[in-house]
């Protein structure tokens, strides 16, 4: 997987004053610009958004992302056994390959792009600079990375590529707060 400038800041070991700093100074520097809608903004015109999560906390609810699942449906097997000895970081929501996944939160696009176990994935940099991870997919939605987008906004399409092409389609959705790692996201989708 890629590992670009977004995620390099949004590490969630990395100190969070220091981070601020660094993003208070590209902030000065690009005078605080929003770019124009439709358009992908460059490293300098993203500072903003940047406060914006860093100052919004994360719901304790979120839509489940995946187009006509609901929270009844979803079946809890965070810390699940997996090959080679790794825990099941997430959750899986099965529906038919080609349903619409959707972002459960508002954020930038930290990366789309191709790794081993997840296949087609796409990272969100998410409330409270959470990361929310997208994984097995058909098919991704029509952004790029640095976009920002929207909850609902569609994220990619259900598959299972990666390690799951021997299972059925599903959405492997995991969730990465800010100094914790991976959390259950299961709470999170059936809570009322
Ligand atoms: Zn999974």
């Not at 609810?61 to 187009?67: A, E, F, G, N, W």
């Not at 790029?144 to 906004?153: A, C, F, R, T, Y």
């Not at 399409?157 to 914790?180: D, F, Q």
Request: include cysteine.
């Amino acid at each position: 997987m890629q590992f670009s400038v977004w995620q390099r800041y949004a590490r969630p070991q990395a100190n969070r004053a220091a981070r601020f700093i660094i993003i208070l100074l590209i902030a000065s520097l690009a005078g605080c610009q929003r770019p124009e809608s439709g358009q992908q903004p460059g490293l300098f015109q993203l500072p903003m958004e940047y406060l914006h999560l860093m100052q919004t906390p994360l719901p304790a609810q979120l839509p489940v992302p995946v187009q006509g699942v609901k929270p009844q449906q979803i079946v809890d097997t965070w810390g699940a056994a997996r090959s080679q000895g790794r825990r099941h970081e997430g959750v899986d929501i099965f529906a038919k390959r080609g349903t619409p996944v959707l972002s459960t939160t508002e954020g930038l696009i930290l990366s789309v792009g191709i790794n081993t176990l997840g296949g087609n994935v796409v990272w969100v940099l998410g409330p409270d600079m959470s990361r929310h991870y997208y994984a097995h997919l058909e098919s991704y939605g029509q952004f790029s990375q640095g976009d920002w987008i929207k909850v609902g906004d569609v994220v990619g399409y259900v598959g299972n590529s990666g390690n799951a092409r021997t299972t059925p389609p599903h959405l492997h959705y995991g969730i990465y707060r800010n100094g914790e790692g991976a959390i259950n996201p299961y709470p999170y989708l059936t809570r009322d």
